[in-house]
Nanobody
C-alpha cells in the first residue's frame, strides 16, 4: 500500500509561480514512475509530468514544457512540481500518482497504481 499526499495548491494570479509537493509513504526510488496529472471541471484527467527511475528521464506534456519542472527528493520521499508562468488554463485539481508495477506508458492514468487525494490550483486572469 502506498499513500500519497499532495499539498501546495492555492489561488494565484496569472504569470506567477506555485510549487506542489507530493509526500509518499514509501521510498520514492522503489517506485518505477511518479507522475503528475490534472483534471479540470468537465474534462478528463490529463498527463502533466512524470519521472521514471528506470529510464532516468523526466517527461512533460507539451502544454507545460518550459514552464513546469518536476523534481524528486529521495531523502524526503517527496516529489515536487514547480509551476511557473501560470495561465488560467492551468486551473485544475492536480494529482500525483505512483506506478509500482511498471508500465511503459507514463502518460496514461491507467498506468498508475496509487493516487493522492488531489490539490486545487486556481489561476486567475
Amino acid at each position: 500500500q502506498v499513500q500519497l499526499v499532495e499539498s501546495g495548491g492555492g489561488l494565484v494570479q496569472a504569470g506567477t509561480s506555485l510549487r506542489l509537493s507530493c509526500a509518499a509513504s514509501v521510498r520514492t526510488f522503489s517506485v518505477y514512475t511518479m507522475g503528475w496529472f490534472r483534471q479540470a471541471p468537465g474534462k478528463e484527467r490529463e498527463f502533466v509530468a512524470a519521472f521514471s527511475w528506470s529510464a532516468g528521464n523526466t517527461y512533460y506534456a507539451d502544454s507545460v514544457k518550459g514552464r513546469f519542472t518536476m523534481s524528486v527528493d529521495n531523502a524526503k520521499n517527496t516529489v515536487y512540481l514547480q509551476m511557473s508562468s501560470l495561465k488560467p488554463e492551468d486551473t485544475a485539481v492536480y494529482y500525483c500518482a505512483a506506478d509500482i508495477n511498471y508500465s511503459s506508458d507514463y502518460r496514461r492514468p491507467s498506468s498508475y497504481d496509487y493516487w493522492g487525494q488531489g490539490t486545487q490550483v486556481t489561476v486567475s486572469s
